[in-house]
T-cell receptor, first 113, second 115 residues
Framework: GNSVTQMEGPVTLSEEAFLTINCTYT??????LFWYVQYPGEGLQLLLK?????DKGSNKGFEATYRKETTSFHLEKGSVQVSDSAVYFC????????????FGEGTQLTVNP | GAGVSQSPRYKVTKRGQDVALRCDPI?????LYWYRQALGQGPEFLTY????????KSGLPNDRFSAERPEGSISTLTIQRTEQRDSAMYRC?????????????FGPGTRLTVL
């Protein structure tokens, strides 16, 4: 079946540090890949997505590249801010499993001033 | 425009009671999904609809759980004879189309606590 594995958290960084949150997946075919973010007290919001190999999704300074050869979709940001503190979820959707999203466990990010 | 809304936002019930959770998707969205999220975990798929038709209910944990979307808009997730293990955040999402490339937009969730 499909699965998503995220790096274990929590992650604590200082403001302006570089962020990487690793995400690898297992799926048949060519899934679509997503990063969702959950800010404190809020619901899940789409951060970025990529629907085919070598695509790069980007939003709010975050980027992730769909790497078919390494089955990865790592999230990066060059300079984090305190306001980026949230839980980040990597997810996939595969044609073979309908439209359902399969999520990773989530990574808690805390950015200190 | 209005996003996905869910009600109630919080529900506390006693073991053995039935509960109904409501989801109002974004207007015009064809697909509607239900997920359950335990504390510290990612959401897990329960079921989804295209229009009023339930396409996949393989994620429903047992026959105490059911869902409907009779007019292809609002959906209700019903849990009968609730148990403490049903306590979780229940999340609803909708998307414009049924494709696996489409973005799902999530509501704020309903926090269910079974005492």
């Amino acid at each position: 079946g499909n699965s998503v594995t995220q790096m274990e958290g929590p992650v604590t960084l200082s403001e302006e540090a570089f962020l990487t949150i690793n995400c690898t997946y297992t799926a048949t075919g060519y899934p679509s890949l997503f990063w969702y973010v959950q800010y404190p007290g809020e619901g899940l919001q789409l951060l970025l997505k990529a629907t085919k190999a070598d695509d790069k999704g980007s939003n709010k300074g975050f980027e992730a590249t769909y790497r078919k050869e390494t089955t990865s979709f790592h999230l990066e940001k060059g300079s984090v801010q305190v306001s980026d503190s949230a839980v980040y979820f990597c997810a996939l959707s595969a044609e073979t499993s309908g439209s359902r999203l399969t999520f990773g466990e989530g990574t808690q990010l805390t950015v200190n001033p | 425009g209005a996003g996905v809304s869910q009600s109630p936002r919080y529900k506390v019930t006693k073991r053995g009671q039935d509960v109904a959770l409501r989801c109002d998707p974004i207007s015009g969205h064809v697909s509607l999904y239900w997920y359950r999220q335990a504390l510290g975990q990612g959401p897990e798929f329960l079921t989804y609809f295209n229009y009023e038709a339930q396409q996949d209910k393989s994620g429903l944990p047992n026959d105490r759980f059911s869902a409907e979307r009779p007019e292809g808009s609002i959906s209700t997730l019903t849990i009968q004879r609730t148990e403490q293990r049903d306590s979780a955040m229940y999340r609803c999402a909708s998307s414009t189309r049924t494709g696996f490339t489409d973005t799902q937009y999530f509501g704020p969730g309903t926090r269910l606590t079974v005492l």
